[in-house]
């Protein structure tokens, strides 16, 4: 009988601790044609993970990843796929709403320009609508 109860109690909590996991995808076009892209996963309303990119001629700058070699122009020696890692990372931690851009659309803040010094301007729209179409 205390086995079934148990048994029982085990599968209550179980069946509590359901997590509900979903996704939302979001874009922005800039005034120069390239897509800046958002995937949002969620588990039970919390952002759990972001995936950036961006469509440039006819492949995305993830696809091109150490060949979209631009570590010479970068202040902080990284390619743009190191920076766009720092900064998915950043907003799964942090958010999109403490984040200042000067007028070329790139961070302020300096515990986001350690890791990324590109603009994310186009990024950032994509991350807020993904977020408008999970809510």
Do not use: P, R
Not at 21 to 26: I, L
Not at 89 to 100: E, F, K, L, P, S
Not at 119 to 135: M, N
Request: glycine share 4%; aromatic share 6%; with cysteine.
């Amino acid at each position: 009988m205390k086995k079934i109860l148990w048994l029982m109690t085990l599968l209550c909590l179980c069946a509590c601790s359901t997590t509900t996991k979903t996704t939302s995808e979001g874009s922005y076009t800039n005034a120069k044609g390239a897509v800046a892209t958002a995937k949002l996963e969620w588990e039970n309303d919390q952002m759990v993970a972001v995936e950036l990119d961006e469509t440039t001629e006819n492949t995305t700058k993830k696809a091109l990843g150490e060949a979209y070699d631009m570590k010479q122009a970068s202040a902080i020696n990284k390619n743009w796929n190191e920076q766009i890692a720092f900064l998915e990372n950043y907003i799964v931690a942090n958010g999109i709403d403490q984040i200042q851009l000067n007028e070329e659309g790139k961070a302020v803040n300096e515990d986001i320009l350690s890791g990324c010094t590109i603009s994310i301007d186009s990024y950032l729209k994509a991350v807020q609508d993904a977020q408008a179409k999970h809510e």
